[in-house]
């Protein structure tokens, strides 16, 4: 769990992500999974706390096992679902439904932040495929 506290509190820290390459997507991505499929005892897959520098984006890509909610913090970027492509703002909450495809671009020069919510048709079955676009061109 996140906390050793008698409740399981977790906390959004910046300081705490580590930096990758997500999904094909361009540059680097903050992330830290507050809670992942460990902490609970249902089909939760995990929840992520996401940082997107200017210009940086997660890749296009689908589940086939999985679905994830996009939920924008602060900031702001254009997001592709299904071929559709949107610019979304703070307070925004985007699904990602079972087979579909997804991915954001941080168009902006200010960071966009979110959280990241997946659950699992089957406990602890998570699953990517990549579908090489960084969606830097749309």
Known sequence: ???????????????LMTYLFAHGGKGECGIRMVWDQQDFRNNWGFLAHVLLPAGVSIGYHRHDL????????NGSGRITVDD????VYEGAVIPNRIGG???????????????VVAVCLEQGKLDTVDLDDDLTEQ
């Open 66 to 73: 999985m679905e994830e909610t996009y939920v924008v913090i």
């Open 1 to 15: 769990m996140e906390s050793a506290d008698r409740l399981p509190i977790g906390r959004l820290n910046r300081n």
């Open 101 to 115: 495809s997804h991915g954001i671009y941080n168009h902006t020069q200010d960071d966009l932040e979110m959280l």
């Open 84 to 87: 559709e492509t949107e610019v």
